[in-house]
């Protein structure tokens, strides 16, 4: 089944700096990486996704970039505040018949310092 | 709309007691999800549905059990608890439609401690 690998674990950056959270996966079926931001006591929250027809996309501060050769994507955030401090999970999903599974990768807690 | 609603937010169970976690959404999505997240592990699924009626194995289904037999409503039952259950459970839903059923939306959890 697919393998969703995801580095870093935590990861500290003073407001207005940017982050990065990378992923890889195993699975070269897999078509669909979501990433989802999980605030403390609350259920994760999609912020963004890409499918593999395209290699990056962006929504305001965030961007996601999908390299289906290498089998890794990254999140990208920008212009860090305080607000963004949470847990972020990537995800992947392969097509086919299980198209609707998600593998999920460990998570990165980020913290933004003031 | 809610969304995705889930009950109770939070449950101490003693050993080999039984009980029933509630998940409803009021999107008319058809398929949903129950997951387990432990510190540090992600999210593992336990069980999911395609549609009322139809319900299959994820990940770590052992020691759990689930029904659909609305659209709305997926509830997850431990029959004999055990404190390798302790966990924050979360359902999800998508809508299953072509194209846009991975996009999963999530409740907001319900924490179970196991003692």
């Known amino acids: 089944g697919e393998n969703v690998e995801q580095h870093p674990s935590t990861l500290s950056v003073q407001e207005g700096d940017s982050a990065v959270i990378k992923c890889t996966y195993s699975d070269s079926a897999s078509n669909y990486f979501p990433w989802y931001k999980q605030e403390l006591g609350k259920g994760p929250q999609l912020i963004i996704d890409?499918?593999?027809?395209?290699g990056e996309k962006k929504d305001q501060r965030i961007a996601v970039t999908l390299n289906k050769t290498a089998k890794h994507f990254s999140l990208h955030i920008t212009e860090t505040q305080p607000e963004d401090s949470a847990v972020y999970f990537c995800a992947a999903s392969p097509s086919g018949g299980s198209n609707y599974k998600l593998t999920f990768g460990k998570g990165t807690l980020l913290t933004v310092n003031p | 709309n809610a969304g995705v609603t889930q009950t109770p937010k939070f449950r101490i169970l003693k050993i080999g007691q039984s009980m029933t976690l509630q998940c409803t959404q009021d999107?008319?999505?058809?398929?949903m999800y129950w997951y387990r997240q432990d510190p540090g592990m992600g999210l593992k699924l336990i069980y999911y549905?395609?549609?009322?009626?139809?319900?299959d194995k994820g990940e770590v289904p052992n020691g759990y059990n689930v029904s659909r037999s609305t659209t709305e409503d997926f509830p997850l039952r431990l029959e004999l608890a055990a404190p390798s259950q302790t966990s924050v459970y979360f359902c999800?839903?998508?809508?299953?439609?072509?194209?846009?059923?991975?996009?999963?939306?999530f409740g907001p959890g319900t924490r179970l401690l196991v003692l």
């Open positions: 999107m008319n999505h058809n398929y």
């Open positions: 999800a839903s998508s809508t299953g439609l072509a194209g846009f059923q991975e996009t999963q939306y």
């Open positions: 890409i499918r593999s027809n395209v």
């Open positions: 549905s395609v549609g009322a009626g139809i319900t």
